[in-house]
C-alpha cells in the first residue's frame, strides 16, 4: 500500500507529527491552563480559546498567499516552524501577565499560517505527478494520520507534566480544585466544608490548615506544570524542523520568476477594494446580529470569496466556486468537532467519573492503553490471512508481550478507585484515526475495485451525517444531569453570577459516552478531513494551490471562531439542547452538500 507513494510522502508525515505533537500537548490544556492560571469563565476562556483556533486557521491564507506569490513554499515552511518554536518558549516562562500569554498564541497561530496550509499544498504538488494521482485520496489520509499520532500521546504527556510537577509541590491533580480555589480566594464560598475536604485530599503529607495559602500554591503549581508541559511543545518544534531541514530534499520544489510571480496573483486592480467593501459590509450586519469578533471572522472569509472570484479567470470559476461551496459546509463541521477541546473537554471534567473501575482504567494510562494496542496488533498480525511466517512470529511476540502487560497492569490498578484526568479524553480521537485510518483505506479500497467507491465530495457529505449521530450520543447521555445553569447561585439584585456550585457526583457519568461519542466523530473525521484536502488538492487551479489550501484553513478557521457557540451556551441551555444544536448544523450542512453534489461530481470527474 505504501510502496506506490514518492519519498516526500514520509518525509511530510513525520514533519507534521512532531509540529502536531507540539501543538496539542498545548491544545489539550490551553483552556483549562486559562482557567487556572487567570480565573477566566467558561464563557472567556472560550472565546479566548476560539479566537486562537480561528487565528491558526486564518493565518494559514497568509502563508497561502505568500508562499504563491514566491513560489517558495518549502522556505515558507520552514519560517513557519521557527516562528512557532518562539511562541512555545513563551508559553513555557511561567507567571506570564495575561497580555503576554496571548502575544504568545498569537505568534504560534502566525506561524502555523506559515506551516500547514503550504506543507498540505506541498502533498498536493507531489500527485500532481500523473504517475500518483490515482492514490492521491490514500496520500491524505496516510498524511492526517501522520497529524494523529503525535495528537495521540500529547495529551498523556501533558497530563504527565501537569502532574509530575504538582507532586513535586506535594499536591494531588484534581481537576475541580482550580476553579473552587479562584472562588475561595474571590470570596464566593461561603460553606468552605466541601472545598477544605477536598484540599485536604488533594494535600499528599498532610492537611490544608491554611486554606489561603493552599488556594495560592495549589494554583501556581497547577498552572507551572503546564507550563512544562509548553515546554515539552517547544522540543517537539526541534525535532519536526530538524527532519524537514535533513529530507526536504526528497519534497518537490516549485518556483517560479518573478514574472510569473506577478502573473500568479492576478493584475486585476479592483478586486481587493471590492472585497474589502464586500468583507466590510458583511462584517457590520453579522456585529448588529451578534458582535464584532465574530462580524470580522465572517467578513474576512466574505472577502476572501469575492476576492478569489474576481480574480479567477473563466476557465478556473467552476472550479473555485466548486471549492468554496465545500469550504462553507466545512465551516460548520469544524464548529462541531472542535468542542473537543472546549464544551467536551468540560463534560469530561465536570460530567464524567473522577476514579474508574480497572477495566476501564486500560484506557486512561499512557503505558496501559500500550498494553492494549500492542495485544490486539499480535492478535491481528497472528490470525490474518496470508501473513508470512515472519509476522507471525512478530504478532506472537506481540501479543505476549501485549498480554502479559495487560495482566500485570490490570492486577496492579486499584480494584475500587483509579483517578483518571479529563485531559486525556483527548487522545482517543487520536487513537481512533490512527487505528482506523488503514480500515477505511481498505474499506475505500474494496469498494473501489467493485466500481463502488464514493466520490470524494460524496465522502464529505456521509462526513457531516455521521458527525450528527455523535453528537446524538451526547445528547442522550446528557438527558439526566443537572445543567450548568441549575448549579448557578444568582444576585437577586444585580442578576449577576455569584458563585457554581460543583456538579454532584450523582451527574457523573461514566467515560464510555464521551469515548463512544469520539470514535463516531473520528469517523466522520476520517470521511471528510482528509478527503476536503485531497478534494482541494486535486480542484484547485494550479497558481492557487497555496491559496486555496490556505481557504481551505481559513475556513476551518471560522468554524473555530464559532466555537463559542458551545461555551456561551453551556451555562444558558440544558446540556441536551447545547447538543442538539450541533446535531443540526451537522445534518443542515449535509442536506446542502448533497443538493450540489452533482455540480461537484463533474468537477472532479
Given at each position: 500500500m505504501l510502496k506506490d507513494h514518492p519519498k516526500g510522502l514520509f518525509v511530510a508525515f513525520f514533519t507534521n507529527m512532531g509540529e502536531r505533537f507540539g501543538f496539542y500537548t498545548m491544545m489539550a490544556i490551553l483552556v483549562?491552563?486559562?482557567?487556572?492560571?487567570?480565573?477566566?469563565?467558561?464563557?472567556?476562556?472560550?472565546?479566548?480559546?476560539?479566537?486562537?483556533y480561528f487565528a491558526i486557521y486564518a493565518l494559514a491564507l497568509v502563508g497561502g498567499i505568500l508562499?504563491?506569490?514566491?513560489?517558495?513554499?518549502?522556505?515558507?515552511?520552514?519560517?513557519?516552524q521557527i516562528i512557532m518554536f518562539g511562541g512555545y518558549i513563551i508559553m513555557a516562562v511561567p507567571d506570564l501577565p495575561q497580555l503576554l500569554t496571548f502575544s504568545a498564541l498569537g505568534i504560534i497561530a502566525f506561524g502555523n499560517g506559515l506551516f500547514k496550509g503550504n506543507l498540505q499544498a506541498v502533498v498536493g504538488q507531489m500527485y500532481d505527478n500523473p504517475k500518483y494521482d490515482k492514490v492521491r485520496d490514500t496520500a491524505y489520509m496516510i498524511f492526517y494520520m501522520g497529524i494523529n499520532v503525535g495528537a495521540f500521546f500529547a495529551p498523556f504527556v501533558a497530563t504527565g507534566m501537569r502532574n509530575w510537577f504538582l507532586k513535586t509541590q506535594n499536591f494531588e491533580h484534581d481537576a475541580s480544585l482550580p476553579a473552587l480555589c479562584?472562588?475561595?480566594?474571590?470570596?464566593?464560598?461561603?460553606?468552605?466544608?466541601?472545598?477544605q475536604s477536598l484540599a485536604d485530599k488533594a494535600t499528599i503529607s498532610g492537611s490544608a490548615t491554611d486554606l489561603s495559602a493552599f488556594a495560592d500554591n495549589y494554583l501556581d503549581a497547577f498552572s507551572h506544570g503546564y507550563n512544562y508541559a509548553f515546554a515539552v511543545a517547544a522540543g517537539a518544534m526541534i525535532i519536526s524542523l530538524l527532519v524537514y531541514l535533513i529530507f526536504k530534499k526528497h519534497l518537490p520544489t516549485k518556483e517560479a520568476s518573478a514574472t510569473e510571480s506577478k502573473i500568479s496573483l492576478g493584475a486585476k486592480p479592483l478586486a481587493i477594494p471590492i472585497a474589502v467593501v464586500v468583507g466590510i459590509m458583511v462584517a457590520f450586519g453579522v456585529s448588529l446580529l451578534k458582535d464584532i469578533e465574530t462580524g470580522a471572522a465572517i467578513g474576512l472569509f466574505a472577502a476572501f470569496v469575492t476576492w478569489i472570484i474576481n480574480i479567477s479567470t473563466k476557465e478556473?470559476?467552476?472550479?473555485?466556486?466548486?471549492?468554496?461551496?465545500?469550504?462553507?459546509?466545512?465551516?460548520?463541521?469544524?464548529?462541531?468537532f472542535h468542542q473537543n477541546g472546549l464544551t467536551l473537554t468540560f463534560f469530561a471534567r465536570d460530567y464524567t467519573a473522577k476514579a474508574v473501575d480497572p477495566a476501564t482504567y486500560m484506557f486512561f494510562e499512557l503505558e496501559n492503553i500500550l498494553s492494549v494496542i500492542a495485544f490486539i496488533a499480535g492478535l491481528v498480525l497472528v490470525l490474518g490471512k496470508g501473513k508470512k511466517l515472519n509476522i507471525r512470529l512478530i504478532g506472537a511476540a506481540l501479543l505476549v508481550a501485549g498480554g502479559s502487560s495487560v495482566y500485570y497492569l490490570f492486577t496492579k490498578a486499584d480494584p475500587n478507585s483509579n483517578p483518571i484526568a479529563p485531559e486525556v479524553f483527548q487522545s482517543f480521537n487520536p487513537l481512533f484515526i490512527v487505528t482506523l485510518t488503514f480500515l477505511v483505506m481498505g474499506v475505500f479500497s474494496w469498494l473501489n475495485k467493485k466500481g463502488k467507491e464514493p466520490s470524494t465530495p460524496r465522502k464529505i457529505g456521509y462526513g457531516m451525517i455521521i458527525?450528527?449521530?455523535?453528537?446524538?450520543?451526547?445528547?442522550?447521555?446528557?438527558?439526566?444531569?443537572?445543567?450548568p445553569h441549575e448549579?448557578?447561585?444568582?444576585?437577586?439584585?444585580?442578576g449577576e453570577i455569584i458563585r457554581t456550585d460543583p456538579v454532584p457526583d450523582s451527574s457523573r457519568v461514566m467515560p464510555y459516552w464521551l469515548m463512544s461519542t469520539y470514535l463516531i466523530l473520528t469517523i466522520a473525521e476520517l470521511f471528510l478531513s482528509p478527503m476536503g484536502l485531497s478534494f482541494v488538492s486535486k480542484v484547485a487551479p494550479g497558481r492557487f494551490q497555496g491559496l486555496m489550501q490556505g481557504g481551505w484553513l481559513l475556513a476551518t478557521a471560522v468554524g473555530n471562531k464559532l466555537l463559542f457557540i458551545g461555551s456561551s451556551f453551556w451555562g444558558i441551555l440544558d446540556l441536551?439542547?447545547?447538543?442538539?444544536?450541533?446535531v443540526a448544523c451537522c445534518l443542515v450542512s449535509a442536506v446542502f452538500i448533497f443538493s450540489i453534489m452533482k455540480r461537484l461530481e463533474k468537477i472532479t470527474s
Open positions: 483549562l491552563f486559562l482557567q487556572a492560571k487567570y480565573g477566566l469563565s467558561e464563557d472567556i476562556a472560550g472565546d479566548v480559546y476560539s479566537w486562537f508562499a504563491d506569490a514566491t513560489r517558495k513554499y518549502k522556505t515558507v515552511i520552514m519560517f513557519g479562584h472562588q475561595y480566594k474571590n470570596g464566593a464560598i461561603e460553606n468552605v466544608t466541601e472545598f478556473e470559476k467552476p472550479r473555485v466556486s466548486a471549492l468554496l461551496l465545500v469550504f462553507f459546509v466545512v465551516i460548520f463541521f469544524w464548529m462541531a458527525a450528527a449521530m455523535g453528537f446524538v450520543v451526547m445528547l442522550v447521555g446528557s438527558l439526566n444531569l443537572v445543567s448549579l448557578q447561585i444568582i444576585d437577586e439584585v444585580t441536551w439542547q447545547l447538543w442538539l444544536i450541533f
